[in-house]
């Protein structure tokens, strides 16, 4: 049974930092891996998209990496910004499943 | 892309009561899902509507508690039966036509008190 979890599961940084949020997968046998955002009461945003076949995707100043073989994916922030303050979920898509599979979430809040 | 709406999108409930979620799409769409989320917890997925046949349930949810409806392609409810304040939580709906195209309604808030 496919496990999605998150590290941290909170984290409160100054506004301008580089930062790190990790998602971790137990079944290596994904389709693709998917970082949404979260604000609160609301419903979810689409972030990046990365392939099984992928390395890593960017948009703007978000860059999301993929290492299928260890169970990881890595979402990384540039220069965070008050505005970037929500909760941060990764989920797997399971090659031979028709579903996502979601991660225990990171809330950020950056500072202003 | 798909635009998905719910109603209501919040509601109070007094225990014992039963809620209907309503689910539209602005478009055909192969798959549609419902998940759950509790306070401060991620998503949890329900189940699976299926169109012209029974939901899927995932492991620790029955139809019972759970009915959902999929008339076509671009309709879905989800049904909170005989509530206790335990199903307080914001309810989902999803819809994609393959794993790379996932669209996310904006929830139903629901307090059960």
């Known amino acids: 049974k496919q496990e999605v979890t998150q590290i941290p599961a909170a984290l409160s940084v100054p506004e301008g930092e580089n930062l790190v949020l990790n998602c971790s997968f137990t079944d290596s046998a994904i389709y693709n891996l998917q970082w949404f955002r979260q604000d609160p009461g609301k419903g979810l945003t689409s972030l990046l998209l990365i392939q099984s076949s992928q390395r890593e995707q960017t948009s703007g100043r978000l860059n999301a990496s993929l290492d299928k073989s260890s169970g990881r994916s890595t979402l990384y922030i540039a220069a965070s910004q008050p505005g970037d303050s929500a909760t941060y979920l990764c989920a797997v898509w399971g090659s031979g499943t028709y579903k996502y599979i979601f991660g225990t979430g990171t809330r950020l809040k950056v500072l202003a | 892309s798909a635009v998905i709406s719910q109603k209501p999108s919040r509601d109070i409930c007094q225990r014992g009561t039963s809620l209907t979620i309503q689910c539209q799409v602005d478009s055909q769409v192969t798959m549609m899902f419902w998940y759950r989320q509790q306070p401060g917890q991620s998503l949890t997925l329900i189940a699976t509507?299926?169109?012209?046949?029974?939901?899927?349930?995932e492991s620790g949810f029955v139809i019972d508690k759970f009915p959902i409806s999929r008339p076509n392609l671009t309709f879905s409810t989800l049904t909170v039966s005989n509530m206790s304040p335990e199903d307080s939580s914001i309810y989902l709906c999803?819809?994609?036509?393959?794993?790379?195209?996932?669209?996310f309604g904006p929830g139903t808030r629901l307090t059960v008190l």
């Open positions: 509507a299926n169109q012209g046949s029974e939901a899927t349930y």
């Open positions: 999803s819809a994609h036509d393959g794993p790379d195209t996932q669209y």
